[in-house]
């Protein structure tokens, strides 16, 4: 268990400062960050046409509301997170890389929620729009990361979850990983 | 064979999760004062042992913590100082968080895993504090402010690193993590259940 904090806090850390370099920003940051308020508006448009997105903004048309996906709110740090916890647990890559992916899109998924549910709720009440904002939604992301995480660890073979090897079989029969 | 026990399924904890959330939040919310009162001295504490030359005095209003400066704000206003107000709120949503977790999990000792979850992030919350108030007089005051501040280019970026980090991430992880540390029986009987 130690092994594992030490090894998420140091991908946290290290994945987190790439995050905020330059290059990340200009090449990973701002195009996701962009698509995804193309995706949210794509979704939204199904139901409401007096919505356009412009970059990162998406607004009505039908009033002066607009918001800007910023740092914090597109689901790249929760989603650094997810990587990071499920990089530094014992498991086999074959499990992680079919966790990340998978954990990427439960994340994103529900942070295309978390847009689309601010951009109503702004147009609807300030004061909520900012509670949701600023607290609940943050909690409620962090949470969706900890339950996929939590998912993930349940589906892994009980030798890598556990960080050691299965007990022998009664029959004698051999093991297999 | 996997064993189904019969307690601890992970669909069962998500719903108890998402039914303590809006208590702990009012709770949060309400009691912020109190609740947030040991992270605002403890902030207190390490911002006038880091920068004292820089602090005068550090106030709590419900969960504004105030800081007052020795800098003055310029010519434009003779004989005044620069103060900086920091939303506590905004590095404390962790709590509501965590004691949701916890009290959703309903192991027997959740009221020493409640107060231990606290004790870990109250420097958590003081960090975002700090790092809040030292982003403000290094990077996003006036010139004339930052410059008395006397920050290095190093510096700065480290403040703008921190002021990242907790704002970003450690509200949100830090409960996390105290969560996993203080329930790791939980966690192991959730993980040989079904769903």
Known sequence: MIRFFVLFLLLLAVLFGVELTPWAQRWFVEPWTATLAKIATSLVALFDSG?????????????????SIEAGCNGVEATIVLIAAMLAFPAPWKHKLLGLAAGIVAVQGLNVVRVISLFYLGQWNRDVFEWAHLYVWQALIMLDVLVVWLVWVRTLPVASASGRPPLPPASGAPAVA | MRRIAPSAPLSRFI???????????????????????????????AARAGWGGLVSAVDQHAAIVAFTTTLKPGAVVAGGVVTVDVNALLYSFGLPMFAALTLAAREPQRWRALALGYAALVPAIAFGIDADFLKNIAITAAPQVTSQAGFSAVQREAIAFAFQFGSLILPAVAPAIAWVLTHRAFLERVRRTEA
């Open chain 2, 15 to 45: 719903l108890a999760v998402l039914a303590w959330l809006p208590v702990t939040f009012a709770v949060w919310y309400l009691a912020a004062p109190i609740i947030l009162w040991p992270a605002v001295l403890l902030a207190e504490w």
């Open chain 1, 51 to 67: 919505v356009t997105v412009s970059g990162k903004v998406i607004s009505s048309t039908t009033s002066s509301f607009a918001v």
